[in-house]
């Protein structure tokens, strides 16, 4: 867990407290590095089947940047994000389909679900934002590409998870962006997130 | 409330640090602690989204998740106004019932206040527009975000407007039309 600098130091004239001097400059590198402030960014690099008419997580699986142990690396939540240091956050993200499926509804979303440290909310206790969605594009001939991104309306706490999700009308497999033409695949699939602000 | 923005001292080589110098720094890490950020959301629903462009009504939210900074009124719930001058980082998203029969889309303006050194009153925008296809089950969601593109000082006000081809309703559900803002540099 990241240290949070909650409590900023003062100083006197004649100061010599070198504690104070450290808690300082650690309040700058947690402000100014995102190696110390939450940050994640998520890749996807493998297909994954669709269920029709179902919100499917992303399983995102290629970790780019982590700088406080978030990710989730197996299991129902594989490439969600477990949150370990409290605060507000922002998550982005961007999925796609695969061309050739019969796709007439393309939506993304962000879940929040509570865990049992977070005081406002109960277990397992959930909240849809920064969803997107709506006719999809000629899916039988071209991927098809969501960007998305949104404010999490919850302060989060340590156990708190993040998921970034997909809908799919019919049956249909993610696409992964292999950049291999401007048209199809041009954007990669990934989930961002960091740590905003402190909140309780 | 109005949150002081930071100021940086110049501290030169071979000078003594002073404790106000060091105070000032502590006092701009409070300040990102702290900084305003703003999320409101439509949780009533059923606002009417016509089809004229550009449009001139303002989606108003009746509920906020959080504001750290004053920026949302209750007697004022089509706006967020700025306390604390910057740029500013924005997220919208605008939802309309899955039973919407035509495309919607949605932007952001800005409208000056006395604040700003161009004079109150003046429209800016749209920036940041986006744009959804309805679908049976879906329904029609479109989301954007991005960088403000322009400095904002005290008192001016950011306003969602939405357009459709044709005339339907805002709807809110679990997830409703909403707008945030996090203040991210002087």
Redesign the interface.
Known sequence: MVA???T????????TSLA??EA?AS??Q??SSCDVRPMWHFYKTATESLAA?TWTTVSYNFVAADSDGVYVPSGTLLGAAQIVTQG?Y?T?ACAGILAGGAV????T?FLAIAGSSNPNHALASG??????????PDTANQDAQLC????C???LYPGDTIQAQV?C?GAVSTSTASNTSYVKGRFAANFTGYW????T | MTLVLPSIPDIPAGSIV??DQ??D???A??F????P?A?V?DSVGGQSVGTTYPPTANVSFASK??D?DGMWSSSAPTKLTIQTPGFYKV?F?I?CASGTPASVGAGLWETTGAGNPAGSGNVIGPFWGTY????????????C?GLWPVYLYAGDSLSLRAYAASNTTTTSN??PS?L?V?WVSV
Request: proline share 4%; glycine share 12%.
């Open positions: 949070i600098p909650t900023i130091p003062t100083f006197a004239d004649g100061d104070n001097l300082l309040a700058v947690f402000f008419a507000y922002v982005e007439a509804g393309f939506g979303r909240i849809v934002y920064g969803q997107t969605a709506g006719l999809a998305f991104g949104s404010l309306p919850w302060v809908f009308t905003q602000r402190y909140g | 002073t404790a060091l105070n720094i502590g006092s890490c409070t990102l602690l702290n900084k950020m999320l959301n998740n959080y750290t997220w998203t939802v959804a296809e309805p679908q049976a089950t879906t329904g029609a969601r479109a989301s975000m679990t997830n909403c945030g996090e």
